[in-house]
């Protein structure tokens, strides 16, 4: 599906245009044009890829979802693999999808996979300042990266908070169940985060210094190390959660077993509450003949009296060790 | 065994030509052989060796399987060792092997080790596309590296696949005796897919960049850096999966805790509510000469009652505890 | 707010100044300013930036807190980003905050953040030595990261303090119950600090070595690597104190199995002491016909003898074998 | 001792030659000599150097064993420290010892201290291939270090072999109580074979590339690759285990706990079987006056039969939920 | 406080000098000096930096201790920190301290802190060896620091000592109590030695390269690679300690697991063993009218028997299965 297609001049968008004339517009001298295609048909891709000369290898890889996040060049052209994530805060859900980014002299070219959200919004805050789009398409690649990149943080900020309820759960008054399917479904979504964040921290960095010369002038540069820094903060926050569930793990193992410590304690205290009169009420069942206190006046009751005392005392004593 | 061997030109076959006019082929302008060689006999091996002038080290590699993937230069002549793995959905297992591929100037030779599957689909698709096979020896190079990387994918899928069918085990209702052994299994099948994997992130790094300047033209370069992918992202997921792993399995050890816990609450649960009315038996079985409620009418009944009332009380304080 | 801002040369003050003046004083010959900001509004930026003509992107970065800590140059200016620690041994907590810092040819700016305490303590002590402070704006980077880092050993020591309290706790006499949280609230300290410390090794490295060659003469260079010494140093006591932190939770949980076993043993043992006097009243209270031992003479009190010697020997068995 | 000393041209012995002539005879062009020591005196050691221009702190650490193994040059000369294993199959043992290796110009000398086992075998298929012997005395070090290297694979295979025993009794149906130390015990052995496998990956790569440039000429280069990837690969099989190995600890500890759990479920179950019927056999044993049970006909055997029914109920009961 | 100040030249002691001669005997052709402080007052330390010109901020450091090793270059003098250990055979317990060294055109300077021991006997040592102590100060620093290194290796085996201590006491027959916390406070004097030992690989790998090239004759670097190896081992015994450690830890463990099974196996069987007949005693107890058993002749010492063989059988079942 062709979301836009439009060629920009000095930072302006000047013309709607079809996917056939493209390469014509990008040719134009201090002209370049930004196509945005969601799901694109083969037919489209193709189109595209005839107009503005796009290698064979990122045309296929472009067809196919699932790609790790990379940056390659392609002779003069760069061709950009970025997974999103963003909080859905409505489905409660983590919408995951993929963009692929082709730069190339005069053109810019954004392929939506998956759940990404329209980049319209990128577009329109790019067109409202004339004097950034003006520095080319290097520019509009800044924009996306930067959009993705900025997604990523509300995503972060979720499983912080179901971190930090972990916590409550696990060092709380009442322990829940399904603490551990918490930790370990926390775990794996760290797992995948990390795998879409950080092979940016590379592209980034190599944005930022040296790779496609001809297409990001100096002056864009700084804007990606502002990328660059994001992620590597995303990066060191995946890591620190990471390292935070583990600990949550082993402390959660660890309640358990202080939890298994008191269960025993109190198993065995009343045991030892219970065990005591019983074996009195045995040795008073005795058949022996002669067996004097149980012929006594209110030795029944005194029994009783002193059992419970018993009982009482033990009581006290499990009670002031910590047992019960 | 010679599956088969054949000269190519303009990226067409020209002839299937014996071995021992290897050399002669391989040495025409515009020509080079493609030899494809199944757990060869040592004179086979020799022939080729004679043939195609190659170094006595990487013979005596190729003769014996179980090596490390690797990549090596001998003068103008590269060496690759790959381990081959296949899931095979027959026999529900892996099938394993090992390929090792001779490229010198005018020649590839491929060495089948083990059930490592025939090439000559590979072959099918470069005759097919002649305009690629015309890139010479080097391009047969990358058609069959990919074709044993891609060949990955299934396996890992798979393990992928098991790992899923672990976590319901684990967190599922009706906790699984052998889990624990499965989780081990998977963690060795895992390290070995591991050991197979891991060498080829450098040995494609290097080809994408500078091994084999005679015998890789330029233009091929970037489909190594295809296959470079394809392995990084099989790489990462085998990481991904051990530490998943890993998590499962603390997740099962936090598990089987809880489980205990639950049997000891019972357990105390149940000695608790027997305890209270065998303590009760053992006093009304005293013999005090004066227990005026032995005689009461209605007291045996009264007395059942009482202890039965006692146990349901015992029992939903329990429950209300979480301990039933 | 404007903390202060002041005009040097030669190593000591020569005038207050309001903001826009900045820019002439700051090209005066021999002369720079110093600017102090803290939470600063929009329009005190924007007039610093004005008159310093800082980058974009820095200001954008220094309007907001919660940056990771680095150093970026942009032309012939440096922007670090600073995180700062501080022990208050009032509130018995760790107050945190951020500075930014902008050294230009002839200007230092620096904007502090939430609870990072005044820097009019460095302001003097650099005014008390003209001779350090003639060597420029490089200098005042120096003594205020220099600050900044001192000021981290507090807080180290405070948490190694914890960790020697949490020791005792662990192996004393007395096992805590919230020993467990304590380690976790403190390996989450640790990750912070970590945080906040771990790029500042960079950081300083890169100042003691390349970065910044027109703003920090090779003479403040060696303050730098004293700077970078600290760092290490920080950064080697929290890696050290995570490790005996994890080593601390893995004793606890050994510990907590311990005692389990010493529960058990307790349990059994006076299950055992009490079962077999248990048994023998039992016996003793069978109704067979000829049971001669019930009808002896001082049976009763030679059965109870009996039974008390037989639980003293069972506990003096259990006692010598460790399990009371 | 001296176990060989001889002098060698074109890869034939031409003289078997005493120390103190070995100078003269490493002099000689296209000769070099080899001397095989073990354990030598330092009088012997003394000649040797003086002969052949040893540096004093290589001597210093030849007679000396418990070296790490290195590399290093002195002027023209290389000191190769190796340490050897091999599985000695009737002490059912792996003996241990160490090699020192002196290659000059003309000359090689090997210094066996320990039970690294006689080089005869060495020199014997070295002179069998004057071809390759001919190559000088860097050839000779390859020689040496092939030898050692290859005597590693039998105890790594030894150690595969007791981790699948351990796999078997860990997995097995009678767990056996000493697998905790057997386990440890494979880890300790692993920590020590690391130590002697590790630092040969750097000694091979350096001398597969540039190290000892006179003395070993560009055809050797490959045959060092050779030993190089047969470290890599030792070193991997190593990492590999020890992997395993920390995977059968948890799997051995997860196995534990399942037992301590099935053991919990079968005393719980014998606990309540028992405990039902001692309740009612109390009930019918207590003096109420009126309990019209105790005198129907056929009350006891029916009772005896009711107690019966009743623990086998709760056997079955206990059967199907698999706590028996 | 002054231990010696000494003039040398062509390797003999020349003089004894006082601290404000240094500068003088220094710069005299064909001299050093080598002075020798512990715990130096402020002037001492303020004579000796204005005779050799030292920098400031490494006499800064010079005056306090618990400094991170390290190797400084100020113009053309070096400045090296290193913390000592020394195992003391008497207090039974590891002496630590500080040595700062200063290495300047002429002149030694070593600073002791704490328990270090006095350096005499390098001294002595060296002044034995006038031909390499005629190699200058760069030598007497290989002295001083071959000699702290040296004494690492007593405490590393003294830590071996009680690794193998304690690996006796964790599989021996009598576990011990205190087996977690010797354990841990291993782990923590390992960490500490590892501070201590691990900054000085990069150290001796400078001063073996290229680090002070003014101080250090080119004859002298083979030298620090000896200390560099010795620290790399030293390093690497560490590693495989912890890693012993962290095997020991999990076995303890285990172990500890283990004992409690088989006090739950004891517990069970124990309790079925006594619950059998007290059922028994329960059921002849009973008040029912008829029961013809208990009226047989000798049916009450059958019954005991009866219960005993009963009993007896149970134990030797226990026994069996491995529960007893």
Redesign the interface.
Known sequence: MIVSSAAYAAGCKVADIPLDELGAWAKREGHFVWVGLFEPSDAEIGTVQAQLGL?D?AVE?AHRAY??P?L?E?GESLFVVLRTMRWNPEKRAIDRGETHVFVGPGAVVSIRHGDTGSYSEVRGRCEATPGHLAKGPGFVLYALMDHVVDSYFPVIEHIEDRVAKL?KAI?GEHPQ?NT??R??EL??RL?QAK?AVSPLVDICNRLTRWDGHQLIPDEVR??F??VY?HV??IN?SID?LR??LS???????????????D??????S???I??????L???????????PE??L????PL??VFMAALMWLLHRQFKRAGWL
């Open positions: 290698h290898l890889d790609q790790r990379k390659e392609y916590e060092f169940r551990t399917q930790i370990y775990k794996r797992i795998r700084p804007y190390r502002d820094d590597v903060r060191e620190g390292e935070l600990g949550a793990l082993e402390a959660n193992l660890s309640l358990i077993s202080i939890r298994q410590n269960i025993m304690k109190k198993l065995a009343w045991a030892g219970l065990a005591v009169p019983t074996l009420v045995g040795i008073w069942g005795m058949n022996f003949e002669t067996m149980l012929h006046p209110f030795a029944y029994a009783l």
